[in-house]
């Protein structure tokens, strides 16, 4: 398998080469060569799998380049009830992302039992064994520069802590983040994780990120890499969960199911499209936004108009609060038929700042043969649902649950079930949820109290040549 670029100018490469990069250099995204098919053959015999099983049938596809028995070990050791062991409604971890039934044809499926209590841990803790083993392969290194406001950050700390050849360094905005989520973070003990908390905001971070990146001198004597949310190997991970879930929703083989995705850059998304891609049989792929409805704009118009930063808002979904959806280039590739060309002149527009409308294209019209459907949900809407969800199924869900199921009640099919993916766990937004219900969530036991623990951070000016100082004598 070999993986080209969305803009159609850089050399096809092999999974382990693309696996510690971004961008392809011509900025475009990587996707596989062509969608590996699944057979009705295949697909009656992985019903009966187990997750990693499941996991390593799936991503054999994909990674061509890892001998198979070293593939199945990383898998193995990533997919554990013990990494996710945070199941809530009975559910059960050898599962890994089971089902909770809310109605007849109606489901959650829990992606957020990892350690982060949030679905980003599904990809994060693979791509940490991955990364981990490529290196020792190559006999490299790598050092990990981010900025986080909360989920992404916790979760490449989860899955990089105690990782021979890696070390991250975390920039996070200072006084900013929930007092559960500063613990998470910063009570890690592990000598390759560094916290560095910026007095200022998560752009001032992202800022300081993006000028050590921009400095390639540095960035290439130092071996400064990322795991944002554009890396290959985290979509391909995701792909799993669906066909887990289609399995768990269905009786056989011959039935459909529909999924709703509460989406912010359409990583997740764009792994439902993919399996679909594959042959797995999903009728319909429901995308929930919040306030921040670019990509609902776009289903609903053909229009694509990224945000400025003045108009983004701050949600009480905040891991969807996005300005533009950083992988929905590997979708419109697809769309326009393949053609490296049309996406490189449509996001020549966007890197500028521009709109780009599809709705007299060609290409619009082939928009229904991908069984998107698409809305929004307020803060309002979020507060009812938080609500309906206890009241009428005796299930709380968290924020960002709350909206992918206003949108899936929305865009029922009649005889298919419904998954809303369960994207993270009420306990992370206790303020909302107190809003909404009047009470606290439960929090998992063995996170009960981890405010109390000793924390490591160092706290700086958000100067980029002092973090580059910092990162110098620690690397
Ligand atoms: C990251 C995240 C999302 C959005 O996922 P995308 O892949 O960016 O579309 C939704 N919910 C939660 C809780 C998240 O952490």
């Given at each position: 398998m070999r993986y080209i670029s969305t803009r159609g100018r850089a050399a096809p490469q092999s999974f382990c080469d693309i696996l510690l990069g971004g961008l392809a250099p011509d900025g475009g995204l990587y996707l596989p060569e062509s969608y590996p098919q699944v057979s009705r053959a295949e697909l009656d015999a992985w019903r009966q799998l187990s997750y990693a099983d499941l996991a390593y049938e799936i991503l054999s596809k994909f990674i061509t380049d890892i001998p198979p028995a070293d593939l199945k070990a990383l898998v193995a050791k990533t997919y554990t009830a013990q990494v996710y062991c945070h199941t809530r409604n009975g559910g059960d971890a050898a599962q890994i992302t089971p089902l909770t039934r809310l109605e007849d044809g109606l489901y959650t499926q829990e992606l957020s039992n990892g350690p982060t209590l949030a679905f980003k841990d599904m990809a994060m803790q693979l791509l940490g064994n991955l990364f981990e083993y490529v290196l020792d392969q190559r006999g490299e290194s790598i050092n990990i520069l981010g900025a986080t406001s909360g989920d992404t950050g916790s979760a490449a700390?989860?899955?990089?802590?105690?990782?021979?050849?890696?070390?991250?360094?975390?920039?996070?905005?200072?006084?900013?983040?929930?007092?559960?989520?500063?613990?998470?973070?910063?009570?890690?003990?592990?000598?390759?994780?560094?916290?560095?908390?910026?007095?200022?905001?998560?752009?001032?971070?992202?800022?300081?990120?993006?000028?050590?990146?921009?400095?390639?001198?540095?960035?290439?004597?130092?071996?400064?890499?990322?795991?944002?949310?554009?890396?290959?190997?985290?979509?391909?991970?995701?792909?799993?969960?669906?066909?887990?879930?289609?399995?768990?929703?269905?009786?056989?083989?011959?039935?459909?199911?529909?999924?709703?995705?509460?989406?912010?850059?359409?990583?997740?998304?764009?792994?439902?499209?993919?399996?679909?891609?594959?042959?797995?049989?999903?009728?319909?792929?429901?995308?929930?936004?919040n306030e921040n409805d670019v990509l609902d704009e776009f289903f609903k118009t053909g229009v694509y108009r990224?945000?400025?930063?003045?108009?983004?808002?701050?949600?009480?979904?905040?891991?969807?609060?996005?300005?533009?959806?950083?992988?929905?280039?590997?979708?419109?590739?697809?769309?326009?038929?393949?053609?490296?060309?049309?996406?490189?002149?449509?996001?020549?527009?966007?890197?500028?700042?521009?709109?780009?409308?599809?709705?007299?294209?060609?290409?619009?019209?082939?928009?229904?043969?991908?069984?998107?459907?698409?809305?929004?949900?307020?803060?309002?809407?979020?507060?009812?649902?938080?609500?309906?969800?206890?009241?009428?199924?005796?299930?709380?869900?968290?924020?960002?649950?709350?909206?992918?199921?206003?949108?899936?009640?929305?865009?029922?099919?009649?005889?298919?079930?419904?998954?809303?993916?369960?994207?993270?766990?009420?306990?992370?937004?206790?303020?909302?949820?107190r809003e909404a219900l009047g009470s606290e969530p439960v929090r998992p036991a063995d996170l009960a109290g981890i405010e109390k623990l000793p924390q490591r951070v160092v706290v700086m000016a958000p100067d980029v040549e002092a973090v580059k100082r910092y990162l110098v004598e620690r690397v």
């Open positions: 700390e989860y899955a990089m802590r105690g990782k021979h050849n890696v070390k991250v360094f975390m920039l996070s905005p200072d006084g900013k983040m929930s007092a559960f989520q500063r613990a998470q973070m910063y009570s890690l003990q592990d000598a390759n994780i560094f916290n560095i908390a910026v007095t200022g905001m998560f752009d001032d971070a992202q800022d300081i990120v993006k000028a050590v990146s921009n400095d390639a001198e540095f960035k290439s004597r130092y071996k400064i890499g990322a795991v944002n949310s554009i890396n290959w190997a985290r979509v391909a991970a995701q792909i799993v969960y669906y066909f887990q879930g289609y399995f768990l929703a269905t009786r056989s083989n011959d039935e459909q199911v529909a999924f709703s995705v509460p989406s912010g850059n359409f990583g997740n998304i764009c792994a439902g499209h993919i399996a679909r891609q594959m042959g797995l049989p999903i009728a319909r792929l429901v995308l929930a936004t990224p945000r400025t930063s003045a108009e983004t808002s701050v949600t009480s979904s905040p891991s969807m609060d996005i300005s533009k959806a950083s992988n929905f280039e590997r979708f419109v590739f697809d769309l326009v038929g393949r053609d490296p060309a049309v996406v490189a002149d449509l996001w020549a527009k966007v890197d500028k700042g521009q709109a780009f409308d599809l709705s007299a294209t060609v290409y619009w019209k082939n928009l229904p043969k991908f069984a998107f459907v698409s809305g929004r949900s307020s803060h309002a809407d979020r507060l009812a649902t938080i609500r309906l969800a206890q009241e009428k199924y005796g299930v709380m869900v968290d924020t960002h649950t709350a909206d992918g199921l206003k949108v899936a009640l929305e865009n029922r099919l009649p005889g298919v079930p419904m998954v809303v993916l369960e994207t993270a766990q009420p306990a992370k937004f206790e303020e909302t949820i």
